[in-house]
């Protein structure tokens, strides 16, 4: 067996090994709001930006802080501690927007998320994920998808399709439409 055989088969072995561990862990961006710490599927963040100050839109939600302007596209911008119940976020310079991309009425939207500090990517294995609480979490229940337990701490991991109701999703996406017609 030759050197290229040997080294086929080591680079199948660890594709192989990557799957494996791929198909029990999963990405996740972790983020400082308060005192707690979440996370949100990597898979449906779009990006990280730093903080801006969003355009306020008159008869919104409290927790919608405005929109921007990201690239040519407006993106609805939350406040997620106002959207939690809490104080709003107090803007420092770690503040940052995670655009999150949600899908509604088999259509992307993207929503921007204000939270303290971003903190890192990481892979939570299946088994180190518990259901949600059904009390004690400072947050609604049916926002959370599971508790990741990582070094031994608790972290929330949200779900963000159900952060925002059918509803409130409708109203982001009225404001989205009404501000690209005026674009136009």
């Given at each position: 067996?030759?050197?290229?055989?040997?080294?086929?088969?080591?680079?199948?072995?660890?594709?192989?090994?990557?799957?494996?561990?791929?198909?029990?862990?999963?990405?996740?961006?972790?983020?400082?709001?308060?005192?707690?710490?979440?996370?949100?599927?990597?898979?449906?963040?779009?990006?990280?930006?730093?903080?801006?100050?969003?355009?306020?839109?008159?008869?919104?939600?409290?927790?919608?802080?405005?929109?921007?302007?990201?690239?040519?596209?407006?993106?609805?911008?939350?406040?997620?501690?106002?959207?939690?119940?809490?104080?709003p976020?107090?803007?420092?310079?770690?503040?940052?927007?995670?655009?999150?991309?949600?899908?509604?009425?088999?259509?992307?939207?993207?929503?921007?998320?204000?939270?303290?500090?971003?903190?890192?990517?990481?892979?939570?294995?299946?088994?180190?994920?518990?259901?949600?609480?059904?009390?004690?979490?400072?947050?609604r229940?049916?926002?959370?998808?599971?508790?990741?337990?990582?070094?031994?701490?608790?972290?929330?991991?949200?779900?963000?399709?159900?952060?925002?109701?059918?509803?409130?999703?409708?109203?982001?996406e009225?404001?989205?439409?009404?501000?690209?017609?005026?674009?136009?």
């Open positions: 067996m030759g050197q290229a055989d040997t080294k086929e088969q080591t680079e199948s072995a660890g594709q192989n090994s990557m799957q494996e561990e791929s198909n029990d862990a999963h990405q996740f961006l972790t983020f400082q709001l308060a005192d707690e710490v979440y996370a949100i599927d990597i898979l449906h963040v779009r990006e990280i930006i730093d903080y801006a100050d969003p355009t306020v839109v008159p008869m919104m939600p409290k927790f919608i802080a405005g929109v921007i302007n990201l690239r040519g596209s407006v993106v609805p911008v939350i406040d997620l501690a106002k959207r939690f119940g809490e104080q976020t107090a803007i420092t310079k770690r503040t940052s927007v995670v655009v999150i991309e949600l899908e509604n009425n088999g259509h992307p939207l993207e929503i921007g998320v204000i939270v303290d500090l971003v903190n890192e990517v990481l892979d939570i294995d299946d088994e180190n994920i518990e259901p949600a609480p059904s009390f004690g979490a400072s947050i229940t049916d926002f959370i998808s599971g508790m990741g337990n990582v070094g031994g701490k608790f972290l929330i991991i949200l779900n963000v399709d159900k952060v925002l109701s059918l509803a409130e999703l409708s109203v982001v009225q404001v989205q439409s009404r501000e690209e017609i005026c674009k136009d």
